[in-house]
Structure formats: structure tokens, C-alpha cells
């Protein structure tokens, strides 16, 4: 999938989470994080912290190939639209 512009921080972690096939519940385990707090983060209600960024960006490293044109366009200027 490709995009032309970066994503807002929601889009980006929802898109990710579907990815990955994976329930709030499930994501937010993986990354150390509560179900409300993944839930915030995909409503647009709060923003993830440094750390988790960097643990998004991880994740996101992990899914190969068909992810690398969010990786560069959304991690690698470390600014993220809200």
C-alpha cells in the first residue's frame, strides 16, 4: 500500500493494528499499553509517547515489504500529523 502523504497518528496505528490482524486488546499487549490507551491513540484523543512511537516504528519494521512506504514517510522525519 502506498500513500502520497504521511498519515495522521490514528490512521497510521489503525492501519498497523489491521495489518497485523490484530484486536486493541491484542496490539495493546503487545506494545505494554492498556486497550483504553490504544483506543485514545486510533480516536485521535491522545497522542503516543515517544517510547511508544519507537515501538510503533518497530512493529512496523517487522511487517516487511508492503509497509516500507509508511516507515519512510511517517517515521523518518519524526514528525506525525494528529
Known amino acids: 500500500m502506498s500513500f502520497t502523504k504521511s498519515l495522521p497518528i490514528p490512521d497510521l496505528i489503525r492501519h498497523l493494528r489491521q495489518h497485523l490482524n490484530l484486536?486493541?486488546?491484542?496490539f495493546a499487549a503487545q506494545l505494554g499499553v492498556s486497550f483504553?490507551?490504544?483506543?485514545?491513540w486510533e480516536n485521535g484523543h491522545s497522542l503516543p509517547?515517544?517510547?511508544a512511537m519507537k515501538?510503533?516504528?518497530?512493529?512496523?519494521?517487522?511487517t516487511g515489504?508492503?509497509?516500507?512506504?509508511?516507515?519512510?514517510?511517517d517515521f523518518s522525519k519524526g514528525e506525525w500529523d494528529v
Open 55 to 62: 515501538l510503533l516504528e518497530e512493529l512496523l519494521k517487522s
Open 49 to 51: 509517547s515517544p517510547m
Open 65 to 73: 515489504e508492503a509497509e516500507k512506504g509508511l516507515l519512510q514517510q
Open 23 to 26: 484486536s486493541q486488546e491484542k
Open 36 to 40: 483504553k490507551t490504544v483506543n485514545r
